[in-house]
């Protein structure tokens, strides 16, 4: 044990900080962690997601913070997309921050590296962009705000189905978790509905050229295709298979990747007339929308995407559970994010048995003209 | 539908053609595999983006400047990186693992410089039409990768085959030993040659990312693999023998896509590449050579 | 004297001393092919094999961990012979460009191939890494490198790096020491994959690329292959560094990068510019 001990020591003064004992927190703060992509292609994604949990933060903070005057501190780390990176960064804010729960990671593969070790260190986490199936299964303290995409995709096929369309063909990128999983939600959705599945057609989601595919689709004639992508290739797809001379007479819809405004700016007219269904939209005529809208732009000076909504949600259901729970311990917190419901932007947010959303009230379809998504007539 | 498929894979294989070219000359030339190339790629199509959308939207003047600025990067790089050890006789394998290192330096840089998104060229750089020839759509985007390709090969071969700077590169490529005994300046030829290379992967970059309206940092590390695969297949060092392996590896990847599974594409490519280093080395139209009887 | 906080310290730490640990043999499986004048860009693609090959024994066959480990390196040393036999007879830059395509390829494989998780990969590996395992067999791998070059095989090695053609003419064949390396080299890497497979509970496609792969390889050139220590030492610290330079995750990367350009250019000989001493011949 001594010898044991020597090397580690002499590995901890390597990594230099954070052996001394650390000095417990201020016992009027609250200590939450966050995981998001902060760096790398991916940043987009992470950074608007730690935007919307941050203003949540200030607007729970600035009324009087949790457990009667005690305030949220929250930490984010960078995970950068890489799963180690993820697990260290779990690692530390629980091994040295103590904090009572985790929101993130950004991405489903982060999240099934690190769920199984804080589901055994009983701290919760709360993915907010996770739509992977079986992604709460892990254990009895993985959570997630984000609407499996099995309750988004259904309503834009039953609008497809309603302006006639009986067959569709299905592209999605085969390499990236979320288009793969939201391939699979069109599949069953697809079956469920009674759509019938003409063909399959797979690419990489840095593929650029998809005119084999777009050629074998076509001369199968399907009255719809399903695009199961991030917003880059959809548009892509979209670039391409206009070339090939897909008109309007087929009709196109987008997974949760395509729910981008960026889909417009790359692919431009030839976007027009895609539907995706979408948790929430920037338009969406509540109070509590708009006064989100409003205080995001007064903060960054932009507006707000799906993720950075889902985040703000989020934030506001843990400094709500934290409160029931009465006390900054990650099990009674567990317990408490079992009961706690609010009416947020998203619209109702609680959860089920199995740790997901339990409405899709909130869902939309919306639809491409000139550049930009408006709600489907 | 067949032949649709088959001007696709045309289509798709003159632009790995037109990317093999210049990676198979430099190696043909100065004997390194210089992984560095795809960054060549990728500084055209950004110096196209920058031009056409701060300075002037046309095709042909954005042309030459992607060409232009990718082949004086190219000639920094070979300066900086590989000169030093070429005058130290170093062993190919030190360029080869400098080249690697620098790649991933230079790729990282741009991703962290111009953000990893991919962007396109203005809409309506050309007409966005395609044409009909009875049922088989070609864009304008699509004529314009073949027509510069074979513009861009002929004018290699003239060069190379037709002036007295050709007559010095073909020299320094068969023995630079003796090409600098006989007087010609092997080290700047080098760097002319290092322009030529960069100037066609740069003019290649900003077609291809035209033709598929995608220009991002590691569009070139992308395009690699299938640059790999056209120089070993076409022989290294061999123009004609990459043109033809890269028109026939858009082929048979768009038939692998079509007519079996389009996930199969790069695994397809792969098994050529070993199938080829299995059985003949040297290149489909090379003389079978080997180093070691 | 109260050691809690090593416990916490060493829990907090966990996956961090495993990845030093894991990318020394990661370093030294890239050394082994240097050291025979070869250069192989296709570790991080044997190190994702003996990954998922272990990840499926253990959890679709339901074998022990001390079955699974020896096993992993089966299937890379396939793949290192199916590469390596028909290259390693052609010139140096042929293994290297042969190796480079793999991960990539591999990559595409994984992700179309549903038994092994597609895009996903393989998640709810149960935690069966030990640290002693990571440093002992890396204790071990030392040990024998460093007895192996100090002997004999180890001065035909040198022999081969330094002059390939000359090494030919006295009678050493290089294909056979440059085909055992590499079977090493992979063998290695596979154990390295299998460690990493079952120390984070998830494995995945993307993970064994171009990038994992030229870093290993700015590992190995940071120590230097002069001895086999170099290469673990550039690997500790390349490893380490970014854990105490967080926010710098963009130019990790270009850093690596640079050390390869720097290292081949002005200090062939690495950092740890060590030469072994040999008992004269």
Known sequence: ?377 | ?293 | MDLSWLDDFLWTYQNVIHSVGINGLLALSMYVVLAVGQLSLGQAAFMGLGAYSAALMTLKLGWPFWMVLPLSCVVPILFALAIGLPTLRLSGVYLAIATVGLGEVLKALYVNIDYVGGALGLTGIPEATETWMIYGLLALAVLAFWLVARSGIGRAMEAIREDETAARVMGVSCFRYQLGALVVSAMLAGIAGALEAHSTSLISPGEFGFEPEVSILSFALLGGIGTPIGPVVGAFILTLLPELLRGMADLRLVFNGVIIVVAVLFMPEGLVALRLRRRSA
């Open chain 1, 1 to 377: 044990m001594k010898r044991r001990s020597f090397t580690l020591m002499a590995a901890a003064s390597v990594l230099g900080v954070g052996v001394l004992p650390r000095i417990s927190l201020a016992a009027d703060t609250i200590p939450v962690g966050s995981i998001e992509v902060l760096t790398g292609p991916v940043s987009p994604y992470g950074i608007a997601i730690r935007d919307g949990e941050t203003l949540a933060l200030e607007e729970i903070n600035a009324a009087g913070g949790v457990l009667g005057g005690k305030k949220i501190a929250l930490t984010v780390e960078d995970s950068a997309a890489n799963k180690d990176q993820a697990i260290n960064a779990a690692r530390k804010l629980i091994g040295r921050d103590k904090v009572v729960a985790i929101i993130g990671p950004t991405l489903s593969a982060e999240y099934f590296a690190l769920a199984p070790m804080t589901n055994q260190r009983k701290v919760p986490v709360i993915g907010t962009s996770i739509t992977s199936i079986g992604a709460t299964d892990i254990g009895p303290f993985c959570f997630r705000t984000s609407l499996p995409e099995a309750d988004v995709i259904p309503a834009a096929l039953r609008k497809a189905m309603a302006r006639g369309a009986k067959t569709i063909a299905l592209l999605y990128a085969n390499d990236d978790l979320f288009s793969k999983s939201s391939y699979d939600q069109m599949k069953v959705a697809a079956e469920t509905a009674g759509l019938k599945i003409i063909d399959i057609e797979t690419f990489a989601t840095k593929d650029t050229d998809f005119s084999a595919q777009l050629t074998k689709v076509k001369g199968l004639k399907p009255d719809a295709i399903g695009i199961a992508a991030l917003v880059e290739p959809t548009a892509g797809v979209l670039l391409q298979a206009r070339q090939l001379g897909f008109g309007a007479e087929t009709q196109f819809l987008g997974g949760n990747g395509a729910n981008s405004p960026r889909l417009g700016e790359i692919a431009g007219a030839a976007a027009d007339g895609i539907m995706v269904g979408s948790p929430w939209f920037i338009a969406k005529d509540t109070p509590q929308n708009k006064a989100f809208i409003a205080a995001f732009n007064r903060k960054y000076g932009k507006n707000p995407d799906q993720f950075a909504a889902q985040a703000y949600d989020t934030m506001h259901l843990l400094a709500r559970a934290i409160d029931k729970a009465g006390a900054a311990d990650p099990l009674k917190i567990r317990d408490a994010l079992m009961q706690v419901k609010q009416d947020g932007v998203m619209g109702p947010l609680s959860f089920n048995a199995k740790r997901d959303p339990a409405s899709a009230e909130g869902v939309l379809v919306l639809e491409m003209h000139a550049g930009k998504f408006s709600i489907a007539p």
């Open chain 2, 1 to 293: 539908m067949l032949a649709q498929q088959l001007v696709n894979g045309v289509l798709l294989g003159a632009t790995y053609a037109l990317f093999a070219l210049g990676f198979t000359l430099m190696f043909g030339v100065l004997k390194v595999i210089n992984l560095t190339y795809g960054f060549y790629f990728t500084a055209g199509a950004f110096a196209a983006l920058f031009f056409t959308r701060y300075v002037v939207a046309s095709v042909w003047l954005a042309l030459p400047v992607a060409a232009i600025a990718a082949g004086i990067i190219a000639m920094a790089c070979d300066g900086l990186l590989l000169t030093r050890l070429r005058r130290r006789g170093a062993p190919e394998l030190s360029s080869l693992m400098v080249t690697v290192g620098a790649v991933l330096a230079l790729n990282s840089a741009a991703a962290a410089l111009f953000s990893p998104d991919i962007r396109r060229l203005p809409v309506g750089l050309v007409s966005v039409e395609s044409f009909n020839f009875w049922g088989v759509r070609v864009t304008t985007a699509q004529f314009l990768v073949l027509g510069a390709s074979i513009v861009l090969v002929g004018a290699l071969i003239w060069l190379l085959r037709g002036t007295r700077v050709g007559v010095a590169i073909r020299a320094v490529a068969e023995n630079p030993e003796a090409a600098g005994l006989m007087g010609i300046n092997t080290g700047r030829t080098a760097a002319l040659v290092s322009f030529v290379s960069g100037a066609l992967a740069g003019a290649g970059g900003m077609l291809i990312g035209l033709n598929f309206n995608a220009i991002h940092p590691y569009m070139g590390e992308e395009m690699m693999l299938r640059g790999f695969v056209v120089v070993i297949v076409g022989g290294l060092g061999d123009i004609r023998g990459a043109l033809i392996a890269g028109l026939m590896l858009g082929v048979v990847e768009v038939l692998t896509a079509g007519y079996i599974d389009s996930g199969m594409k790069e695994a397809v490519s792969f098994a050529i590449l070993v199938l080829v280093l299995w059985t003949r080395p040297s290149g489909l139209f090379g003389a079978p050579k080997l180093r070691r009887a």
